[in-house]
């Protein structure tokens, strides 16, 4: 894939307001993860033995496909015709009018196919798995999204398609579980422990295990085992890619800032990586906060969590003290589980990327600015990413740029966020 380095050295530190944090840094010559997956401390493989061989085996296969110009090509191509790529660069004129500070451009993701980025990483692993000869396809979903992803491209190539999803999101998400079974796959509703995403992972690692030799496990974010947490970064590096091309032509400078909101951080570090060796390029992971950062409350894993390990990864997450899985909290379904991807630790760790949380209630405000504002009514995902762009701005220079990754679309949180904010009907 084209990655274009142009001539521009940006260097403005010095006319930088005080109270703007700095620049943190390049990493010049940062490779991770390692042969075994790991980044630093973190990542790994910590699965059962029966996994092992498909692990090897999809590593294997995936580095293949990497450097394969064919693969490459089909991959663009779909991501194209099939799920609408290049999104936008949009200039947010009068968000950045109303917030008086850094000028606001957002990355469209909302704009794909289905809804979200998630698409982009769906896309890539189906065709590595029909690359497998691979017949069937399983996914876990929480809020639905990545399921809804999974069983369009699912039909589109002709795969059986599984779709493990957890009781309590069966009933929250009624819509995209309709949805799902018009396009073809079988929904599993899973009944154990607090019947969302952590049980549905786990379901659907219990099918692999089983039906390994015909059966591909589309992950939804960059987590688990190595090397879904490489894998899925790299099939989302287009985001980053795009938007650096997009912001030298339009703005005419990189960007002083990139936000994006992280569950697993699969949106987020497809926008960063293209990044990362900018050093005048300051970057922020908005978690979700929920109703505060009190244990059970929120999801963000840098706040009140530990290292652990959960489903595959070594990693920071929410647990207790005999390391249990704590439940956690968020107005977001898809912002809502107790880990966050291996190389986000690693990147918090080198000071590289920042990360902070937006609650609820933050969240709500920014998606009710963004649809009054600017007529686009955004992810509740996304929405965390905003609220701490509405933060920022302001305190920013006028000369100063910042992205936001608009990572989906607000449509499926439209009765939710109503039901949350007391509107009627009429
Ligand atoms: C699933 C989802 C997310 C969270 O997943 P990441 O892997 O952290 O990107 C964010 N935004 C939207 C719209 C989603 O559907």
């Given amino acids: 894939m084209r990655n274009p380095r142009p001539k521009i050295h940006k260097s403005k530190a010095s006319s930088r ?8 840094g390049a990493l010049p010559g940062y490779q991770a993860p390692d042969a075994a997956g790991h980044f630093g401390p973190y990542g790994g493989r910590f699965v059962p033995e029966t996994l092992m061989s498909a692990l090897e085996d999809l590593t294997r296969e995936y580095l293949v496909a990497r450097d394969d110009r064919f693969f490459q090509r089909q991959f663009r191509d779909y991501l194209q015709k099939y799920a609408g790529r290049p999104t936008p660069l949009y200039f947010a004129a009068r ?9 606001i451009f957002l990355k469209r993701e909302d704009l794909l196919h289905t809804g979200a980025h998630k698409i982009n990483n769906v896309i890539g692993q189906i065709l590595l798995a029909r690359r497998m000869g691979k017949k069937r396809v399983i996914a876990e979903t929480g809020a639905g ?16 398609c599984t779709v493990y999803m957890g009781a309590t999101d069966v009933q929250r998400q009624e819509l995209n579980v309709y949805r799902m079974r018009m396009l073809g796959a079988k929904v599993v509703p899973v009944t154990a422990g607090q019947q969302t995403l952590k049980e549905a992972i786990n379901e659907a690692m219990r099918d692999w295990v089983t039906n390994v030799r015909t059966t591909h496990y589309v992950l939804g974010t960059v987590y688990g085992a190595h090397p879904y947490p490489m894998m899925v970064r790299d099939f989302h590096l287009c985001i980053g890619r795009e938007a650096r091309e997009q912001v030298l032509l339009q703005a005419k400078q990189l960007p002083d800032l990139l936000i994006a909101c992280v569950g697993g951080g699969s949106n987020a570090i497809g926008l960063f990586y293209p990044f990362l060796q900018d050093a005048g390029v300051k970057m922020v992971g908005v978690e979700a906060g929920g109703e505060g950062i009190k244990p059970g409350k929120h ?6 969590g ?27 379904a898809g912002l809502d589980y107790a880990a966050v991807g291996p190389e986000h630790s690693l990147l918090r760790d080198l000071k590289r990327v920042d990360y902070t949380y937006a609650t609820d209630k933050e969240a709500l405000a920014g998606f009710q600015t963004l649809a009054k504002i600017e007529g686009i009514i955004p992810a509740l995902e996304s929405a965390h990413a905003l609220a701490h762009a509405i933060k920022t701005a302001p305190r920013m220079k006028k000369d100063q740029v910042m992205i936001v990754n608009l990572s989906g679309r607000g449509d499926k949180d439209v009765y939710h966020a109503a039901k949350v ?6």
């Fill in 17 to 24: 307001p005080a109270e703007t944090p700095g620049p943190i």
């Fill in 95 to 103: 968000l950045t009018e109303k917030l008086k500070g850094a000028q």
């Fill in 145 to 160: 999204q990545h399921g809804v992803a999974t069983a369009s491209v699912a039909a589109m190539f002709g795969f059986e």
């Fill in 299 to 304: 999801a963000a894993r840098f706040q009140g």
């Fill in 306 to 332: 530990s290292l652990g390990v959960l489903q595959g990864a070594k990693t920071y997450l929410l647990q207790d003290a005999d390391g249990q899985i704590m439940p956690t909290h968020s107005v977001s």
């Fill in 421 to 426: 904010l007391g509107l009627k009907p009429v």
